[in-house]
């Protein structure tokens, strides 16, 4: 089965700096991998998603990558404000699986 | 209005006891799961049901049951309850049957504590 690794697992930086968080997954089959957004007493969210057929995804401040023969993926988050302080989530599925698979979670601190 | 919601938020049961947790969604979606959150965090799918029939069950032990009774609810029975079964279990849901490749919903979870 798939095995998906995050780091690290924890990460602090300062308000306005960027923060990147790298996984790596072990099935070259894979094909979808999401980042999730899970704050507080609260359930994960999906914040952006990349398929196998694209080596780059952005939205606003957060942008992915995908890099298929290394079998990584990372998350950048620029101009960083205090509202992204939160544990993040990478994560894969397999073709013809019916499951995500995610990492182990890195804890996010934005220093005001 | 909330999409996914689960209860109870909280539940502190002692070792033993059987307990139940609910979970519904009201997205009109037709894959529910359970995934469990251990105390360092990691996430880890237990069940999927699809239009109420069951298609993922991990390696859980038996004492756990979900039951999906229509496709908008599916709850989750633990028996005999292990001071390991300690942790926050969230429903999730999700449009439709898309191996694994659709956003999933998660609720707000249940904390269970065993005492």
């Known amino acids: 089965g798939e095995n998906v690794e995050q780091h690290p697992s924890t990460l602090s930086v300062q308000e306005g700096d960027s923060a990147v968080i790298k996984c790596t997954y072990s099935?070259?089959?894979?094909?979808?991998f999401p980042w999730y957004k899970q704050e507080l007493g609260k359930g994960p969210q999906l914040i952006i998603d990349i398929r196998s057929n694209v080596g780059e995804k952005k939205d606003q401040r957060i942008a992915v990558t995908l890099n298929k023969t290394a079998k990584h993926f990372s998350l950048h988050i620029t101009e960083t404000q205090p509202e992204d302080s939160a544990v993040y989530f990478c994560?894969?599925?397999?073709?013809?699986?019916?499951?995500?698979?995610f990492g182990t979670g890195t804890r996010l601190t934005i220093i005001p | 209005d909330t999409a996914v919601s689960q209860t109870p938020k909280y539940l502190v049961t002692q070792m033993g006891n059987d307990k139940s947790i609910k979970c519904e969604q009201n997205?009109?979606?037709?894959?529910m799961y359970w995934y469990k959150q251990d105390s360092k965090k990691f996430l880890k799918i237990m069940f999927s049901y699809n239009n109420k029939e069951l298609i993922i069950n991990e390696t859980v032990p038996n004492r756990f049951s979900p039951k999906s009774p229509d496709k908008a609810h599916l709850n989750l029975h633990i028996n005999s309850l292990e001071l390991g079964d300690s942790a926050v279990y969230f429903c999730?849901?999700?449009?439709?049957?898309?191996?694994?490749?659709?956003?999933?919903?998660f609720g707000e979870g249940s904390r269970l504590t065993v005492l």
């Open positions: 997205l009109g979606h037709d894959t």
């Open positions: 099935d070259s089959a894979s094909n979808y």
């Open positions: 999730a849901s999700q449009a439709r049957r898309t191996g694994g490749t659709g956003e999933l919903f």
């Open positions: 994560a894969a599925t397999e073709p013809d699986n019916e499951k995500l698979t």
